[in-house]
T-cell receptor, first 113, second 114 residues
Framework: EPEVTQTPSHQVTQMGQEVILRCVPI?????FYWYRQILGQKVEFLVS????????KSEIFDDQFSVERPDGSNFTLKIRSTKLEDSAMYFC???????????FGPGTRLTVT | AQSVTQLDSQVPVFEEAPVELRCNYS??????LFWYVQYPNQGLQLLLK??????LVKGINGFEAEFNKSQTSFHLRKPSVHISDTAEYFC????????????FGGGTRLMVKP
C-alpha cells in the first residue's frame, strides 16, 4: 500500500541554524501539507501546497518557513533560522484531490537546542 | 474560528469492553469529519471519515463513528476493544468551502488493560 515517507525521523539542530525536512508524498497525489505537533499540544496546520504554489497557510507559517517541491517526488519544509519553540513533531500529508482524505507520514521529530 | 473538542484526554478500559471516544466541533456550516489513530512512535493513520451520506460510518479495526449534526458531534465507538487498540486518537474537521486544512482536537489516549 502506498504511503507518505519522511526523512529524517529525528533531527537535532542548534538555534539559528537552517533545517530542511523532507517528505515523499503518495505518487498520484496532488495536494501536499505540513502540520506540526508540539509536545503535549494539538496537531496544528502549517501550510498546503498545490500546483507548485502555496494554497493556504496558517499564522504559524511566517517568513522563517518555506516549502518547495524541488522535483517530481519530494516535498520539503525549510525553517530558515530555527528557534527553541520550533521543537516539535512535523508531519507531512498528501491527498489525491482537494477534498479527499489526507494521508500522513510518520513524522520528523525536530529538536532545537 | 473552527474548534474541535475531545472531552476526555484519557480513557482507561478493560479488554473486550466497549468504548466511546467523544468529539464535538464548532461550526455552523457543513463539515467533513475524520478520526485518526496514532500508535506509539508512529504517524497518524486514518481510521474513518464522514464526507456525506449515511451518518454512521465504519472504519478499520472494527471502529465506527456517528455524525450528529444537531449536536455537532462525531463520537468514535468500538463494541469490544483489544490491547492492540491502545493508542492516541484524534478527531479532525475540515470545513466545507473553507480550504483543505484540518483542525484537530487535543487527542484522547485510549488505554486498554488486560
Amino acid at each position: 500500500e502506498p504511503e507518505v515517507t519522511q526523512t529524517p525521523s529525528h533531527q537535532v539542530t542548534q538555534m539559528g541554524q537552517e533545517v530542511i525536512l523532507r517528505c515523499v508524498p503518495i505518487s498520484n497525489h496532488l495536494y501536499f501539507y505540513w502540520y506540526r505537533q508540539i509536545l503535549g499540544q494539538k496537531v496544528e496546520f502549517l501550510v498546503s501546497f498545490y500546483n507548485n504554489e502555496i494554497s493556504e497557510k496558517s499564522e504559524i507559517f511566517d517568513d522563517q518557513f518555506s516549502v518547495e517541491r524541488p522535483d517530481g517526488s519530494n516535498f520539503t519544509l525549510k525553517i530558515r533560522s530555527t528557534k527553541l519553540e520550533d521543537s516539535a513533531m512535523y508531519f507531512c500529508a498528501s491527498s489525491e484531490e482537494a477534498f479527499y482524505e489526507q494521508y500522513f507520514g510518520p513524522g520528523t521529530r525536530l529538536t532545537v537546542t | 474560528a473552527q474548534s474541535v473538542t475531545q472531552l476526555d484526554s484519557q480513557v482507561p478500559v478493560f479488554e473486550e469492553a466497549p468504548v466511546e471516544l467523544r468529539c464535538n466541533y464548532s461550526s455552523s456550516v457543513s463539515v467533513y469529519l475524520f478520526w485518526y489513530v496514532q500508535y506509539p512512535n508512529q504517524g497518524l493513520q486514518l481510521l474513518l471519515k464522514y464526507l456525506s451520506g449515511s451518518t454512521l460510518v465504519k472504519g478499520i479495526n472494527g471502529f465506527e463513528a456517528e455524525f450528529n449534526k444537531s449536536q455537532t458531534s462525531f463520537h468514535l465507538r468500538k463494541p469490544s476493544v483489544h490491547i492492540s487498540d491502545t493508542a492516541e486518537y484524534f478527531c479532525a474537521v475540515r470545513v466545507n468551502n473553507a480550504g483543505n486544512m484540518l483542525t484537530f482536537g487535543g487527542g484522547t489516549r485510549l488505554m486498554v488493560k488486560p
